[in-house]
Protein backbone atom coordinates (compact mmCIF):
# COMPACT_ATOMS: atom_id res chain seq x y z
CA UNK A 1 0.00 0.00 0.00
CA UNK A 2 1.77 3.03 -1.03
CA UNK A 3 1.59 6.12 1.50
CA UNK A 4 1.03 8.57 -1.31
CA UNK A 5 -1.39 7.73 -4.64
CA UNK A 6 -0.83 9.90 -7.81
CA UNK A 7 -3.22 9.91 -10.47
CA UNK A 8 -3.00 9.96 -13.00
CA UNK A 9 -0.39 7.22 -13.42
CA UNK A 10 0.45 8.28 -16.95
CA UNK A 11 -0.61 11.29 -18.96
CA UNK A 12 -0.03 11.95 -22.84
CA UNK A 13 -0.68 15.44 -23.86
CA UNK A 14 -0.04 17.89 -27.13
CA UNK A 15 1.81 20.82 -26.33
CA UNK A 16 -0.07 23.54 -25.15
CA UNK A 17 -2.20 21.80 -23.09
CA UNK A 18 -2.98 22.12 -19.57
CA UNK A 19 -3.02 19.36 -17.01
CA UNK A 20 -3.10 18.24 -13.00
CA UNK A 21 -1.42 15.58 -11.56
CA UNK A 22 -2.86 14.43 -7.69
CA UNK A 23 -0.91 13.38 -5.02
CA UNK A 24 -3.36 12.65 -2.15
CA UNK A 25 -2.85 10.23 1.43
CA UNK A 26 -5.03 9.51 4.21
CA UNK A 27 -2.19 10.68 6.30
CA UNK A 28 -1.83 14.15 7.26
CA UNK A 29 1.76 15.80 6.03
CA UNK A 30 3.74 18.45 7.88
CA UNK A 31 5.11 19.23 3.91
CA UNK A 32 5.20 17.76 0.76
CA UNK A 33 7.72 17.87 -1.73
CA UNK A 34 7.60 17.65 -5.89
CA UNK A 35 10.26 16.55 -7.43
CA UNK A 36 10.94 16.08 -12.03
CA UNK A 37 12.91 13.12 -12.98
CA UNK A 38 13.67 13.00 -16.60
CA UNK A 39 15.02 9.79 -18.73
CA UNK A 40 18.60 9.25 -17.24
CA UNK A 41 18.78 11.16 -14.72
CA UNK A 42 18.02 11.32 -10.90
CA UNK A 43 15.20 13.32 -9.65
CA UNK A 44 15.25 17.13 -8.99
CA UNK A 45 13.58 19.13 -6.26
CA UNK A 46 10.86 21.10 -8.01
CA UNK A 47 9.08 22.96 -4.42
CA UNK A 48 8.25 21.49 -1.05
CA UNK A 49 5.07 23.23 0.30
CA UNK A 50 4.53 23.27 4.25
CA UNK A 51 1.34 25.24 4.78
CA UNK A 52 -2.19 24.10 4.53
CA UNK A 53 -3.83 25.61 1.91
CA UNK A 54 -0.50 27.12 0.24
CA UNK A 55 -0.17 27.67 -3.51
CA UNK A 56 3.22 28.25 -4.66
CA UNK A 57 4.20 28.99 -8.56
CA UNK A 58 7.60 27.99 -10.56
CA UNK A 59 6.71 29.53 -13.92
CA UNK A 60 4.22 27.41 -15.88
CA UNK A 61 3.83 25.08 -13.00
CA UNK A 62 1.36 26.38 -9.75
CA UNK A 63 1.56 23.76 -6.76
CA UNK A 64 -1.23 24.00 -4.04
CA UNK A 65 -0.99 21.85 -0.27
CA UNK A 66 -4.55 21.01 0.71
CA UNK A 67 -5.99 23.04 3.45
CA UNK A 68 -6.37 19.59 5.71
CA UNK A 69 -2.34 18.65 4.35
CA UNK A 70 -3.16 15.14 3.34
CA UNK A 71 -3.42 16.13 -0.46
CA UNK A 72 -1.21 18.27 -3.10
CA UNK A 73 -1.65 19.23 -6.60
CA UNK A 74 0.24 20.11 -9.48
CA UNK A 75 -1.14 22.30 -12.51
CA UNK A 76 0.77 22.87 -15.46
CA UNK A 77 -0.22 25.31 -17.85
CA UNK A 78 0.51 25.07 -21.87
CA UNK A 79 2.89 21.68 -21.37
CA UNK A 80 5.91 22.06 -23.29
CA UNK A 81 8.07 18.85 -24.95
CA UNK A 82 10.50 19.90 -22.09
CA UNK A 83 7.92 19.34 -19.00
CA UNK A 84 8.26 15.57 -20.06
CA UNK A 85 8.94 13.28 -17.03
CA UNK A 86 8.40 11.57 -14.14
CA UNK A 87 6.95 13.47 -11.64
CA UNK A 88 7.15 12.63 -8.09
CA UNK A 89 5.41 13.77 -4.88
CA UNK A 90 7.26 12.99 -1.45
CA UNK A 91 7.31 13.02 2.12
CA UNK A 92 10.25 14.26 4.26
CA UNK A 93 10.35 12.50 7.41
CA UNK A 94 13.04 9.98 9.05
CA UNK A 95 13.35 8.27 5.91
CA UNK A 96 11.73 9.82 2.50
CA UNK A 97 8.15 8.45 1.03
CA UNK A 98 7.90 8.84 -2.54
CA UNK A 99 4.29 8.96 -4.65
CA UNK A 100 3.72 6.43 -7.24
CA UNK A 101 4.63 8.62 -9.77
CA UNK A 102 2.69 9.94 -12.63
CA UNK A 103 4.36 9.66 -16.01
CA UNK A 104 4.28 12.54 -18.46
CA UNK A 105 4.76 12.90 -22.10
CA UNK A 106 4.23 16.22 -23.92
CA UNK A 107 4.18 15.73 -27.49
CA UNK A 108 5.35 18.38 -30.06
CA UNK B 1 23.21 21.71 -2.86
CA UNK B 2 25.55 19.01 -3.62
CA UNK B 3 26.94 17.31 -6.56
CA UNK B 4 26.52 13.47 -6.80
CA UNK B 5 28.59 10.77 -8.97
CA UNK B 6 27.46 7.42 -9.55
CA UNK B 7 29.61 4.54 -11.29
CA UNK B 8 28.52 2.83 -13.10
CA UNK B 9 26.18 4.21 -14.88
CA UNK B 10 25.20 1.37 -16.76
CA UNK B 11 26.14 -2.40 -16.64
CA UNK B 12 25.01 -5.56 -18.22
CA UNK B 13 25.90 -8.55 -16.09
CA UNK B 14 26.01 -12.22 -16.19
CA UNK B 15 23.72 -13.77 -13.56
CA UNK B 16 25.73 -14.99 -10.47
CA UNK B 17 27.72 -12.33 -10.43
CA UNK B 18 28.31 -9.17 -8.43
CA UNK B 19 28.22 -5.92 -9.18
CA UNK B 20 28.99 -2.85 -6.89
CA UNK B 21 27.75 0.48 -7.65
CA UNK B 22 29.53 3.73 -5.86
CA UNK B 23 28.35 6.93 -4.98
CA UNK B 24 30.41 9.81 -3.92
CA UNK B 25 29.38 13.30 -2.83
CA UNK B 26 31.17 16.83 -3.14
CA UNK B 27 30.48 17.56 0.33
CA UNK B 28 30.26 15.77 3.87
CA UNK B 29 26.64 14.35 4.52
CA UNK B 30 25.84 12.05 7.06
CA UNK B 31 22.89 10.48 5.76
CA UNK B 32 23.10 8.82 2.51
CA UNK B 33 20.27 6.62 0.80
CA UNK B 34 20.02 3.47 -2.00
CA UNK B 35 17.07 3.01 -3.85
CA UNK B 36 15.86 0.86 -6.57
CA UNK B 37 13.14 1.86 -9.35
CA UNK B 38 12.10 0.26 -12.38
CA UNK B 39 11.77 2.72 -15.08
CA UNK B 40 8.82 4.66 -15.15
CA UNK B 41 8.80 3.80 -12.38
CA UNK B 42 8.45 5.17 -8.34
CA UNK B 43 11.25 4.37 -5.82
CA UNK B 44 11.65 2.15 -3.68
CA UNK B 45 14.17 2.34 -0.64
CA UNK B 46 16.93 0.07 -0.43
CA UNK B 47 18.38 1.02 2.66
CA UNK B 48 19.86 4.30 4.59
CA UNK B 49 23.71 4.31 4.90
CA UNK B 50 24.88 6.18 8.26
CA UNK B 51 28.69 6.58 8.45
CA UNK B 52 30.06 4.79 11.47
CA UNK B 53 27.00 2.13 11.73
CA UNK B 54 25.60 -0.51 10.38
CA UNK B 55 22.93 0.32 7.61
CA UNK B 56 19.49 -0.02 8.00
CA UNK B 57 17.53 -2.08 5.73
CA UNK B 58 13.71 -1.59 4.87
CA UNK B 59 11.54 -4.74 4.28
CA UNK B 60 11.96 -7.29 1.82
CA UNK B 61 16.19 -6.05 1.16
CA UNK B 62 18.25 -7.54 3.17
CA UNK B 63 22.34 -7.18 3.71
CA UNK B 64 23.45 -10.75 2.14
CA UNK B 65 21.88 -9.65 -0.93
CA UNK B 66 22.62 -5.68 -0.98
CA UNK B 67 25.39 -5.43 1.51
CA UNK B 68 26.68 -1.74 1.65
CA UNK B 69 29.91 -0.20 3.02
CA UNK B 70 29.77 3.76 3.98
CA UNK B 71 33.91 4.48 5.13
CA UNK B 72 33.20 7.96 5.07
CA UNK B 73 31.03 11.22 5.30
CA UNK B 74 31.76 11.70 1.61
CA UNK B 75 31.62 7.98 -0.23
CA UNK B 76 29.42 5.00 -0.18
CA UNK B 77 28.88 1.60 -2.08
CA UNK B 78 25.87 -0.67 -2.60
CA UNK B 79 26.97 -4.37 -4.25
CA UNK B 80 24.30 -6.36 -5.83
CA UNK B 81 24.90 -10.15 -4.80
CA UNK B 82 24.50 -13.38 -6.52
CA UNK B 83 22.12 -11.39 -9.11
CA UNK B 84 19.22 -12.73 -10.98
CA UNK B 85 17.55 -10.85 -14.11
CA UNK B 86 14.80 -9.75 -11.36
CA UNK B 87 17.66 -7.26 -10.49
CA UNK B 88 17.42 -5.80 -13.61
CA UNK B 89 16.26 -2.05 -12.38
CA UNK B 90 17.66 1.86 -11.86
CA UNK B 91 19.44 1.80 -8.85
CA UNK B 92 20.25 5.26 -7.20
CA UNK B 93 21.91 6.77 -4.24
CA UNK B 94 20.85 10.07 -2.74
CA UNK B 95 22.02 12.19 -0.01
CA UNK B 96 20.07 14.59 2.76
CA UNK B 97 22.06 17.91 3.07
CA UNK B 98 21.01 18.81 6.68
CA UNK B 99 17.98 17.85 8.92
CA UNK B 100 14.97 16.64 8.43
CA UNK B 101 12.46 18.13 5.72
CA UNK B 102 15.38 19.02 3.28
CA UNK B 103 15.21 17.90 -0.19
CA UNK B 104 17.38 14.63 -1.17
CA UNK B 105 20.09 15.34 -4.16
CA UNK B 106 20.32 12.10 -6.14
CA UNK B 107 22.60 10.53 -8.27
CA UNK B 108 22.07 9.91 -11.99
CA UNK B 109 21.30 6.33 -11.10
CA UNK B 110 22.85 3.09 -12.45
CA UNK B 111 21.31 1.45 -15.10
CA UNK B 112 21.33 -2.09 -14.74
CA UNK B 113 20.28 -5.09 -16.89
CA UNK B 114 20.91 -9.14 -15.96
CA UNK B 115 21.22 -11.23 -18.56
Known amino acids: TQLLEQSPQFLSIQEGENLTVYCNSSSVFSSLQWYRQEPGEGPVLLVTVVTGGEVKKLKRLTFQFGDARKDSSLHITAAQPGDTGLYLCAFPFNKFYFGSGTKLNVKP | SAVISQKPSRDICQRGTSLTIQCQVDSQVTMMFWYRQQPGQSLTLIAT?????????ESGFVIDKFPISRPNLTFSTLTVSNMSPEDSSIYLC????????????FGDGTRLSIL
Open chain 2, 94 to 105: SVELTGKGQPQH
Open chain 2, 49 to 57: ANQGSEATY
